[in-house]
């Protein structure tokens, strides 16, 4: 029998709704998952880190304590998944992970990523070599750090003459674009549920705008449209990424008169956000839209997804075997099974960097005292 390849992926993403954990077998032809994990963050590291990523004066102590505090709940969640799952930890090559992208700024002259992550704890906490700092080596090579997932898209699905893009709709959405006689090419286009989370969670204290319902109540404010459609990012050419600091409450705020209904503002985003991501697929004739991430659970996202590509098929992951809440833990999973083996991830296509290269830092496990 053949032996498995099992590597453990961690993803706690933009929207901050907690932390994804994956194991995924890479000896079949597609990944295998194997178990997975989701925790919430308890609500004073949620606040903690909400604080930090929208830049809020806090002392630079609060910033050390809140890396530890969450290094402690990777660990924990690693090491729970590990015990439901009854594996041995031995037989884990490595884990994954990404840590909490708190400020993402890869303009020259001093670009960098900044995630939260304490990788050396959680190679003592579980015993398992872990891999972290996925996104620095890029960003030394001039490109943008993000988004990583479009190399692991190719590996996923390759090309066909059919276009393929894969969209994640996370706090901020992506997509990857695969296309038979084109190399990879992928970018953040924007606010994925970012906005339609701060908005709802600024005038209803709720987490998340269910299934689009509230958004579903109101009426698109054509004016507001057009002003949250001006800005510079959504006509700034690849590569790009963004994230929290750029797309937050602030930024919305700034662009409301106060006078509309708050549901029309909800209206308005998500018609910002579906047309945001569907925009530069306008230029294809057809293709297939496969999407992951939070956001492919907002069923009236997704209904305007396919209504503005009449012509494509709009699909989850789940329907080509990737689970589609897992996409980004399982893809973190194969970056460290690449940088473990030495394999540069080619990225020039994707983020611009000016060569492909081995992306991550290793922090070994120790061995056994005996
Ligand atoms: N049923 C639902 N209806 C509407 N939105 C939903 C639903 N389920 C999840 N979401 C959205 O998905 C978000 C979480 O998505 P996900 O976990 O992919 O984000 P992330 O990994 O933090 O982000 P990123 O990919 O930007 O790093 C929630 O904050 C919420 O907005
Ligand atoms: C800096 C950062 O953490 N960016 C995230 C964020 O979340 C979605 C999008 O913005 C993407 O660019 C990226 O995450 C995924 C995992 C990536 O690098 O592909």
Partial sequence: ?????????????????????????????????????????????????????LNKALPISQIGYATTWLSQCYSDAINHMCDC???????????GCHGQTVQHHPQPPYPYSIQLNNPSLIAA???????A???????????????????????????????????NI????????????????????????????????????????????????????????????????????????TGREHFNLDWLQSHLNHQEKPEDVQATLLELTAITITEPLQNYPSG???????????????????????NWQVLTTDEKGIHSDYMEAIAFAWLARQCLKGIAIDMPNISGASRASILGGIFQADPIIR
């Fill in 133 to 167: 700092d996925f996104r620095s080596k890029d960003l030394a090579y001039g490109g943008q750090g993000a988004p990583l997932v479009p190399a692991f898209h190719h590996a996923l699905f390759g090309k066909s003459d059919e276009t393929v893009v894969v969209l």
């Fill in 170 to 241: 996370g706090g901020i959405a992506n997509i990857s674009i695969l296309q038979a006689d084109t190399p990879v090419s992928g970018y953040d286009t924007g606010p994925g549920n970012i906005l339609l989370d701060s908005w709802i969670n600024h005038c209803r204290q709720l987490p998340m705008d269910e299934d689009g319902r509230w958004a579903l109540t109101g009426t698109i404010i054509p004016e507001l449209l057009t002003a949250l459609r001006h800005d510079d990012y959504f006509t700034q050419p690849a590569p790009k990424s």
């Fill in 288 to 310: 297939e839209l496969l999407v992951c991430g939070g956001g492919a659970h907002n069923s009236a996202l997704m209904k305007r997804l396919q209504n503005q590509l009449p």
């Fill in 85 to 95: 799952a009854g594996f041995d930890k031995k037989d884990v090559q490595a884990i």
């Fill in 1 to 53: 029998m053949q032996q498995a390849e099992l590597y453990i992926g961690v993803m706690s993403g933009t929207s901050l709704d907690g932390i994804d954990v994956v194991a995924v077998d890479f000896s079949k032809q597609q990944p295998t998952l194997i178990a997975s994990f989701n925790d919430q963050f308890p609500s004073e590291l949620h606040e903690l880190l909400h604080h930090i990523a």
């Fill in 125 to 131: 906490q579980t015993q398992i070599t872990t891999i």
